[in-house]
């Protein structure tokens, strides 16, 4: 029997919380899913006892695939995933996050009909919204707080021809933004999306996580990550030159202000030299830093801290950063946010 929707879960090293991740996916209140639904586990090469809890899923559990590989990144693991998929729609899940108590009441409706993408977003105020709406938004050049989570592939139904027609994956050599490109890809095109006003998704917070490392590698990607993007707007013939440029300023403009915040997290004062000396001498960031003056899309704070890196460089907007960090009440305990 195919299954009507494929689960892809992508796993490196998260035994602590993947029974609890398949938990809220095979019995969601009591009512599971049954056989509409298969789970494909992606093994991502993990060390901790990760392999052994799936393989004890998968034998008491005929819904749930175990697959393994060497760890090669989330991006290669869900693209593995959708390889091996059998449903007609997709879902991504992340190993350290869930599914909402009663998703597949909420889910199961939308599995049929002509969407090719169908949204569960609880702050979504309108059923359809226009694809340069949906472009805007995940880059961060729209004001609407109703579009949030649109970068993710949570909280989201696809349709596996559409996927495949297209060839879409996700980017291994990008580390940070790959979920961006792989939605914009489809929301530039044109993909016909419908939103539900429902929650269907817990993203984990876990309590005073702090930036551990921080290397050249994050910056590089960044810049892969620009020239992707500036590619895919322009291939598809939606907008017009300027209004690239202005997009793919918008988000190194944003991509700034993150930087800062990430080294501000590293906790010891040398690695956060470091990293401000890796950034600085980068020479496509500067490139960048000395081209772009105006980003409209982005947003007062972020437009703050670019124009500070710009006259004093990564330094001072790292300190302001750190200063913020210090600042802000810190979380103590574990929880959801409900997407």
């Known amino acids: 029997m195919t299954p009507r929707l494929s ?17 809220s996916i095979t019995d969601p209140g009591g009512a599971g899913p049954g056989e509409d639904v298969e789970v494909v586990v992606v093994d991502d090469g993990s060390t901790d006892a990760t392999d052994r809890i799936v393989r004890a899923r998968a034998l008491a559990d005929p819904r749930i695939r175990h697959l393994r590989q060497d760890n090669q990144g989330v991006c290669a693991a869900r693209n593995a995933g959708m390889a091996a998929a059998r449903g007609r729609r997709l879902m991504f899940v992340d190993a350290d996050d869930a599914l909402a108590p ?134 598809c013939g939606r907008y017009p030159r300027p209004v690239v440029t202005e997009l793919v300023d918008t988000s190194f403009v944003r991509s700034v202000a993150l930087a800062a915040v990430r080294i501000a997290g590293l906790a010891r004062r040398r690695d956060r030299r470091a990293a401000v000396a890796l950034t600085s001498r980068n020479a496509a960031f500067a490139r960048r830093l000395a081209r772009v003056r105006r980003a409209p899309g982005a947003s007062r704070l972020e437009r703050f801290v670019y124009a500070l890196t710009r006259r004093a460089g990564p330094g001072p907007a790292t300190a302001l950063a750190r200063l913020a960090l210090h600042l802000r009440p810190r979380r103590r305990t574990a929880g959801w946010a409900v997407i």
């Open 102 to 235: 009663g998703w597949w009441d909420t889910v199961r409706p939308h599995l049929e009909g002509e969407w090719d993408i169908v949204c569960f977003l609880a702050g979504a105020q309108r059923e359809h919204y226009e694809p340069d709406e949906l472009v805007r938004a995940t880059i961060g050049g729209s004001g609407a707080p109703s579009l949030a989570w649109l970068a993710p592939p949570w909280a989201k139904l696809y349709r596996a021809d559409l996927l495949a027609a297209r060839g879409a994956r996700f980017a291994p050599d990008i580390m940070y933004g790959e979920d961006a490109l792989f939605n914009l890809e489809l929301y530039a095109a044109g993909a016909r999306c419908r939103f539900v006003a429902a929650s269907v998704y817990r993203y984990r917070l876990r309590p005073g996580s702090t930036t551990r490392s921080y290397d050249e590698r994050f910056v590089d990607s960044n810049e892969r990550y620009l020239r992707a993007l500036e590619k895919l707007l322009t291939d």
């Open 7 to 23: 689960i892809i879960i992508p796993v490196y090293n998260c035994a602590d919380y993947l029974d609890q991740c398949l938990d």
